[in-house]
């Protein structure tokens, strides 16, 4: 089976930490070359200069590139001149969840925010890499969604909300590049342990009035696998997806959540 992805470039969104980072380090251990994107500088130098430090493959070569995926003219200004420049074989759209709370409550600007910075920003990104990945022969678009795209999750409205908009927008995407051999997926995680989770649960605790413990006992207890995952465990879905043996999946989503989400 190749699962080798030496030779290919990758850009991978929301890479300075949790699941897009472990993302980062999954692929670029299948040989790729990365680009990072988040808004922390920081922390993606660091991982970049980590990653270089790790290189598998001949010619390997990974950069970073601060962008705020929600700012369409941020990544316009910034994606375009990268995408003449290079090609990416690979896309990992992938950015902060929407702020949780009940959906009587979420306010117009909520969603039109967790719009643009899941669905319009990812939209952009495949509309500017994607002639590279059709002239090259070869591309691999994942898109991190959730799980609540099968069974939305409570006090989630406005991320239950764009999470159905960007599978639906995915699907569409995958028919229309399926002819030139590109793959749109989804990756849908579980509870996963990364800054996004802890906030999660530190909110949902303190509504209980019960402790971090106990909050996040009582969700693995939900998972049949007893545990959170890890953003590697959720990594490992996305390098496969990315790689030539997973060349004939397309327009699907992909559970990786530890047996949690019931529906078959
Ligand atoms: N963890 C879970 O249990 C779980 C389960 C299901 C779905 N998900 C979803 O999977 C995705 C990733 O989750 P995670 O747990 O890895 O989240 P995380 O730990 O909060 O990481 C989010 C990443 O996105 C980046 N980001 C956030 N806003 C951005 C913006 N406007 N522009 C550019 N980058 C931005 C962050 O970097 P900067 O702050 O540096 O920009 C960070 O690198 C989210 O959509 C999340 O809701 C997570």
Redesign the pocket.
């Given at each position: 089976m190749n699962i080798s992805l030496t030779g290919k470039r990758a850009l991978v969104?929301?890479?300075?930490?949790?699941?897009?980072?472990a993302s980062a380090y999954a692929l670029s251990s299948l040989g790729a070359s990365v680009t990072l994107?988040?808004?922390?500088a920081e922390?993606l130098a660091s991982i970049s200069a980590d990653l270089d430090s790790q290189r598998v493959a001949p010619g390997q070569d990974h950069d970073f590139l601060v962008?705020?995926?929600?700012d369409p003219d941020d990544i316009s200004r910034k994606i375009k001149p990268l995408a003449t420049e290079r090609t990416y074989h690979i896309l990992v759209n992938?950015?902060?969840?929407p702020a949780s709370g009940p959906i009587l409550q979420a306010q117009p600007n909520q969603f039109v925010d967790a719009y643009q910075?899941h669905v319009l920003a990812s939209h952009l990104l495949v509309q500017l890499l994607s002639p590279g990945m059709i002239h090259s022969g070869y591309g691999r678009i994942i898109n991190?969604i959730?799980?609540s795209v099968r069974a939305p999750l409570d006090g989630l409205g406005v991320?239950n909300t764009t999470r159905g908009a960007m599978a639906s927008w995915a699907k569409s995407m995958a028919n229309e590049l399926a002819p030139h051999g590109i793959t749109v997926n989804n990756v849908l995680?579980?509870?996963?342990d990364?800054?996004?989770?802890r906030s999660l649960v530190q909110v949902w605790a303190t509504e209980k009035n019960v402790s971090t413990d106990q909050q996040a006992q009582a969700m693995a207890a939900t998972v049949p696998m007893g545990r959170f995952g890890t953003?590697e465990e959720i990594a490992n879905a996305v390098a496969f997806l990315a790689s030539p043996a997973a060349a004939y999946i397309t327009g699907t989503s992909i559970l990786v959540d530890g047996g949690r989400t019931r529906g078959i």
């Open positions: 969104c929301g890479a300075s930490k949790g699941i897009g980072k994107v988040a808004r922390s922390e962008l705020d995926l929600n992938n950015s902060g969840g910075q991190i959730s799980t991320s995680p579980g509870f996963t990364t800054e996004r989770l953003p």
